[in-house]
């Protein structure tokens, strides 16, 4: 199959992309099938030329399966028919996505792929929820101790797909350091020393599109 890129069409677009808890929806004209694309959060997704021959060579019988394919550095296309529009599922992870109408003609087997303009919603941002756990640990004194435990506390971060070291990171209020999470503290118990009395703090490194939920 061939891709075919085309200027702006206002009877062929797609538009108003959005996230819907655990789908994305839009609105499109003149389509039968939608182009997706997946990259990092923040990341502008533009179709260039380029991008549709590196798509073309993933071109088999699997194509139009609706399957995430890879076909650069984190960035992954999927060709859906009209007919799933509003119900294309999203990653766990937080990652940006961009949708494009496409005509596809099985008589050329060409897939006519329509470029969006400024007024034109293309691309969303999906974020990701994390419930991180946080308690404090029974201080466990010795016979006639006096001397005063140092205090823990247990912290939990669930396992992340495709986790990048340092995305999370730990700190105290009023301490200046940062400590980074790595992949290998994720889905475990990990067991972590106060400051001042104070308790751990996580946080995002950067607007990296995790959204943190605390529970005591």
Excluded at 13 to 26: C, D, F, G, I, P
Excluded at 106 to 124: F, K
Aim: aromatic share 12%.
């Amino acid at each position: 199959m061939r891709f075919e890129l085309l200027d702006f069409n206002n009877t062929h677009y797609a538009t108003n992309l959005q996230q819907a808890e655990t789908v994305l929806k839009w609105d499109s004209a003149g389509s039968t099938h939608h182009l997706i694309l997946r990259g990092d959060f923040g990341t502008p997704l533009v179709l260039t030329a380029d991008d549709a021959r590196r798509i073309e060579k993933h071109s088999n019988d699997q194509i139009f399966s609706g399957k995430e394919i890879h076909y650069a550095d984190q960035r992954y296309f999927a060709v859906i028919p009209r007919a799933y529009v509003n119900n294309y599922l999203i990653t766990a992870s937080p990652a940006g996505y961009a949708v494009f109408c496409c005509e596809y003609d099985p008589a050329t087997d060409i897939c006519r792929v329509y470029l969006t303009n400024d007024a034109c919603q293309y691309q969303c941002d999906v974020s990701a929820n994390l419930d991180i756990g946080i308690r404090k640990e029974e201080v466990k004194r010795g016979f006639l101790s006096r001397k005063p435990e140092k205090e823990y506390y247990e912290v939990h971060i669930p396992n992340i797909p495709g986790y990048t070291d340092g995305t999370l990171r730990y700190t105290y209020d009023g301490c200046r350091y940062h400590y980074p999470v790595t992949r290998e503290m994720l889905g475990k118990t990990l067991h972590i020393p106060s400051f001042n009395d104070k308790p751990p703090r996580i946080e995002s490194a950067s607007a990296n599109g995790y959204k943190l939920t605390i529970r005591r």
